[in-house]
């Protein structure tokens, strides 16, 4: 009975890389240390219905076609399309990544990421500040205050406390969570809240203006503050700057309530200017609580690539980049791509209306494990084999450390690289009119 030690988990960014797995006749029947997500991805391959074959629509209806029919029938929407949007790439592999780069070029069409719709400002941002930041590993071994700010890892990223922050131990962290100041900053009092030391409620869409009351502060310009900042007490910001100008190590990690709430990327750029300003004090650094487990991955393989992060658009024969214009979800509200690839991303479940109902006007090829709301607007479904599972590949931790993932198990499905590099081969023989 093959026992395997130092899985990854590829379901959230923090790509916990110390999972035990037994597998029995090609099926997985023990997982050990994973959080409850994780263990729903790796028997959720079991419990959940799968996307079986490929399928075509044809007279509405979805029906089951060969992986060679189903490719050419997706290459032909690719290559009578003059504006082909692609979406996802975030839960597969880099390799996979880099084939969608390539078949965007080949076809002109528009790349994006998941970033579109959680953590883009945050690249925005270090592009135009940088972004201070750390391995989480030293995080672990050094930070003595942590602060989780518009995230909420108790329950998007369960293992990430005991394993790299507030309550795991470390080489100077050895008391692990009473050797820690853990502090959360929410509009709401979440799980995590509840954990904290010291819990800063602030008003909704505030966030820009407690970064630069601390900002003022950590300069030692307190005069200028008003007697409230985003619904919090003078005072309190007075303290909370005092404790991370007398930090060891400030590590701030921060979500999408601060990525996707009122000022977006200014929330970032300035948090990433009080980093710079608290490093004249002590050390500190900045990660973003990334959410799809590769989002990092492909915005890194994305930017050796393209030069760019994300919103990707090859139709002038060179990557262009400008989201607000060539972002995904810019695009489907300006109804513009007269096509789209959907993989490894549920965009009919996470897209504004106005852009799925573009979405379920134009042919919808999906590449997916799994059936999701997608699979109801696309004409062509292919089923890709799980990465991390059923597959090998390469992902990126939120915090930029690349780790492998291996394959556990035997599968009959093809691997979303597979199937791209299929697609591309497809469409150069179209285009040669072969
Ligand atoms: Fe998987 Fe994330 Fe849980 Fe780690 S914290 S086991 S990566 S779901």
């Not at 979800?329 to 789209?340: F, G, S, T, W």
């Not at 696309?378 to 291996?406: N, Q």
Request: charged residues 25%.
């Amino acid at each position: 009975m093959p026992v395997i030690k130092d899985a990854v988990c590829s379901l959230c960014g923090s790509l916990c890389d110390d999972i035990t797995v037994t597998v029995e006749d090609n099926k997985i029947t023990k997982i050990e240390n994973a959080c409850i997500l994780g263990h729903s991805k790796f028997v959720g391959m079991l419990e959940h219905d799968r996307i079986e074959t490929p399928m075509i629509r044809k007279d509405g209806e979805l029906v089951p076609v060969s992986y060679e029919e189903a490719i050419e029938a997706a290459a032909k929407i690719l290559v009578n399309s003059k504006r082909t949007l692609s979406y996802g790439w975030c839960s597969t592999s880099c390799e996979a990544v880099s084939k969608a780069i390539q078949l965007a070029e080949e076809t002109g069409s528009v790349i994006d990421s998941t970033a579109n719709v959680c953590h883009g400002p945050t690249a925005l941002a270090a592009q135009e500040k940088g972004a201070p930041s750390a391995s989480l590993g030293e995080i672990k071994n050094r930070a003595d205050v942590i602060i989780f700010w518009g995230c909420n890892p108790v329950h998007a990223h369960p293992r990430h406390m005991v394993r790299y922050s507030s309550f795991s131990k470390g080489l100077f962290t050895e008391k692990g969570r009473k050797g820690r100041k853990m502090i959360v900053i929410d509009v709401r009092k979440t799980d995590t809240a509840k954990l904290a030391d010291n819990y800063i409620e602030i008003e909704q869409g505030s966030d820009l203006l407690l970064v630069t009351a601390l900002r003022s502060i950590v300069n030692g310009h307190e005069d200028v503050v008003p007697e409230t900042v985003a619904g919090v007490p003078k005072a309190k910001v007075v303290e909370l700057a005092e404790t991370l100008k007398n930090a060891k190590f400030v590590c701030i990690f921060f979500g999408m309530g601060v990525t996707q709430s009122r000022s977006k990327y200014k929330n970032g750029d300035a948090m990433s200017s009080l980093i710079s300003d608290l490093n004249q004090h002590t050390k500190a650094v900045m990660i973003g609580m990334r959410g799809h487990y590769n989002v990092t991955g492909f915005g890194q393989v994305a930017t050796w690539e393209t030069g760019f992060p994300m919103a990707i658009d090859f139709s002038r024969g060179y990557p262009y980049y400008n989201p607000g214009e060539t972002g995904a979800n810019d695009l489907l509200v300006r109804e513009e791509p007269d096509a789209a690839i959907i993989a490894a991303a549920d965009a009919g479940a996470h897209f504004p209306q106005k852009a799925v109902r573009h979405l379920a006007k134009i042919p919808v090829i999906q590449i997916d494990p799994y059936p999701n709301p997608t699979t109801e607007i696309a004409d062509v479904v292919i089923p890709a084999a799980i990465v991390g599972i059923e597959a090998e590949g390469t992902a990126y931790r939120m915090d930029a450390i690349s780790l492998r993932m291996k394959k556990l198990i035997e599968s009959k499905f093809k691997t979303d690289e597979e199937i791209v590099k299929d697609l591309i081969t497809k469409v150069r023989e179209l285009k040669r009119g072969a």
